[in-house]
Nanobody, 123 residues
Framework: QVQLVESGGGLVQAGGSLRLSCAASGRTFSSYVMGWFRQAPAKEREFVAAINRSGSSTYYADSVKGRFTISRDNAKNTVYLQMNSLKPEDTAVYYC????????????????WGQGTQVTVSS
């Protein structure tokens, strides 16, 4: 398994931007499909975005499409989530996750998880 550590969360006003990073350990980062999920209080963990091994293909939840961008740098073993036009409903703990399966969006399909980073969007 790969170890994942997220960073970049914080407090931002509605309409603002944040960039989350997720650093992976190990030499096999490029063999994983990487994803971002989020979990708000009293809600289930939900899919946000994912990116294939090379970074050439991505997919998003409808709620963030056009506002969030996932990317990766395999030389740095890091995946990013650029979040623009943030809304109060984006407030959640954001997790990065790894899987070998492209096209999946269920938490159960991802086998490795980071500890999460809090994003709070004020109105």
């Amino acid at each position: 398994q790969v170890q994942l550590v997220e960073s970049g969360g914080g407090l931002v006003q509605a309409g603002g931007s944040l960039r989350l990073s997720c650093a992976a350990s190990g030499r096999t980062f490029s063999s994983y499909v990487m994803g971002w999920f989020r979990q708000a209080p009293a809600k289930e963990r939900e899919f946000v975005a994912a990116i294939n091994r090379s970074g050439s293909s991505t997919y998003y939840a409808d709620s963030v499409k056009g506002r969030f961008t996932i990317s990766r740098d395999n030389a740095k073993n890091t995946v990013y989530l650029q979040m623009n036009s943030l809304k109060p409903e984006d407030t959640a703990v954001y997790y990065c996750a790894a899987t070998y399966l492209y096209g999946r969006s269920l938490p159960a399909d991802f086998g490795s998880w980071g500890q999460g980073t809090q994003v709070t969007v004020s109105s």
